[in-house]
């Protein structure tokens, strides 16, 4: 069974400052999708990032990056340049893809983001 | 991405009643899949629902308790029978687009159950 794993309850830093959230995630599956969703106080489930495990490449959306290391189980999601509207729940999660399609989303019990004015 | 919808918003049941929440989505799609969010608790999946078939419940979800239809590739509906409180959470529907290989959600259905 997958396991997803967000060591961080909450965090709060300043308006303009970089921010890190961690994930690592636990599966024998070679082939996997990790993503990181945001939720804000309306409870809409927001896509933020999402990353390919067999892409070596770091995804990166805007002031949005990831810092994936595959050896390690490592999913982590930097925000740059954070802004007040970014306060919200970060959920990272994980999925596969069978041959019959997709798997549902392995979710971790998330982070609070909260962004200081 | 694509439109999904989601009715009813919110609802207050009475214990013992069953209630049923409808996922739309503007476009067709082959996987739909329902989460049910506890109060203050991240999301766990319910069931997987593919047109054509029966639902794949997650373990810990019954078919009696959650009971699942996906008439055709755009609609599908969870109902959950027999309400207590403890079944007092947000529910929300996802779709994976063909080739997309990423879940959007609904803006969820907020259950409370008196």
């Known amino acids: 069974a997958q396991t997803v794993t967000q060591s961080q309850p909450e965090m709060s830093v300043q308006e303009a400052e970089t921010v890190t959230l961690s994930c690592t995630y636990d599966?024998?599956?070679?082939?996997?999708?990790l993503f990181w969703y945001k939720q804000p106080p309306s409870r809409q489930m927001i896509l933020v990032i999402r990353?390919?495990?067999?892409?070596?490449q770091n995804a990166t959306e805007n002031r949005f990056s990831v810092n994936f290391q595959k050896a390690a189980k490592s999913f982590s999601l930097k925000i740059s340049d954070s802004q007040l509207g970014d306060t919200a729940m970060y959920f990272c999660?994980?999925?596969?893809?069978?041959?019959?399609?997709?798997?549902?989303?392995?979710f971790g019990k998330g982070t609070h983001l909260i962004i200081q004015p | 991405s694509a439109v999904i919808s989601q009715k009813p918003s919110r609802d207050i049941c009475q214990r013992g009643t069953s209630l049923t929440i409808q996922c739309q989505v503007d476009?067709?799609?082959?996987?739909m899949f329902w989460y049910r969010q506890q109060p203050g608790q991240s999301l766990t999946l319910i069931a997987t629902?593919?047109?054509?078939?029966?639902?794949?419940?997650e373990s810990g979800f019954v078919i009696d308790k959650f009971p699942i239809s996906r008439p055709n590739l755009t609609f599908s509906t969870l109902t959950v029978s027999n309400m207590s409180p403890e079944d007092s959470s947000i529910y929300l529907c996802?779709?994976?687009?063909?080739?997309?290989?990423?879940?959007?959600f609904g803006p969820g259905t907020r259950l409370l159950v008196l």
């Open positions: 990353q390919e495990a067999y892409k070596q």
């Open positions: 476009s067709q799609v082959t996987m």
């Open positions: 996802s779709v994976d687009l063909a080739g997309g290989e990423t879940q959007y």
């Open positions: 999660a994980f999925t596969t893809y069978s041959g019959g399609g997709a798997d549902g989303l392995t």
């Open positions: 599966t024998s599956e070679s082939n996997y999708y």
């Open positions: 629902a593919n047109q054509g078939s029966e639902a794949t419940y």
